[in-house]
């Protein structure tokens, strides 16, 4: 049922994955692509991560269930969201969270994973995002950060032209994790 269509797209939802923000993408160039082996267009997602795989029908698309009182078998993320959840959900409103998650332009595959402990911290971290809520100030906080780090960037290239150096180009993102980090330890 419903356990099943999770677990497919979290084992493969990152086949579906928009990872060309470009859209430059073009089989010929990439065959080794997933999405390419299986002969998928842009948009498309693999038969898994369709509910009429696992044995539902259009109708029950928007059917409310009640998943109150069910055990997440221990599982983070999304089982253990429903089986607390206070309200009913359609199938419809889960399938669109899943898409959301694991076919954004974000493709995580940690299902080959062997512990259990390892997969509940993955999947606890993608199902339910912090980042996703932070608020205004904190994130100009982080957009401060990475102008200081493009700024000093810059300074340094210009006072030392003639020195090898290392710079930050691609790796700008490791800015806010650093701090956070830092955050976390002191």
């Not at 109150?68 to 009913?88: F, Q």
């Not at 062997?114 to 932070?134: D, G, H, Q």
Request: overall charge neutral.
């Amino acid at each position: 049922g419903v356990s099943h269509l999770i677990r497919s797209y979290q084992t493969n939802g990152h086949f579906a994955a928009s990872l060309d923000p470009l859209g430059i993408h073009n089989p010929d160039c990439f065959p080794q692509r997933p999405s390419v082996q299986l002969n998928l267009a842009p948009g498309e997602y693999p038969p898994e991560l369709d509910p009429v795989h696992h044995g539902f029908a259009e109708t029950d698309m928007d059917r409310q269930l009640n998943f109150k009182g069910t055990s997440s078998g221990g599982n983070k993320g999304y089982l253990e969201e429903l089986a607390g959840a206070p309200n009913k959900l359609t199938l419809r409103q889960i399938t669109d969270q899943l898409r959301k998650t694991y076919c954004g332009t974000l493709g995580v595959e940690y299902m080959h994973l062997t512990s259990a402990t390892k997969i509940n911290w993955i999947r606890e971290r993608v199902e339910t995002p912090r980042w996703l809520f932070y608020d205004k100030e904190k994130k100009q906080h982080i957009f401060e950060r990475l102008c200081f780090a493009d700024t000093f960037e810059n300074f340094l290239a210009q006072k030392f032209n003639t020195t090898k150096r290392f710079g930050l180009d691609g790796g700008e993102a490791i800015v806010p994790g650093l701090k956070d980090a830092i955050d976390r330890a002191s």
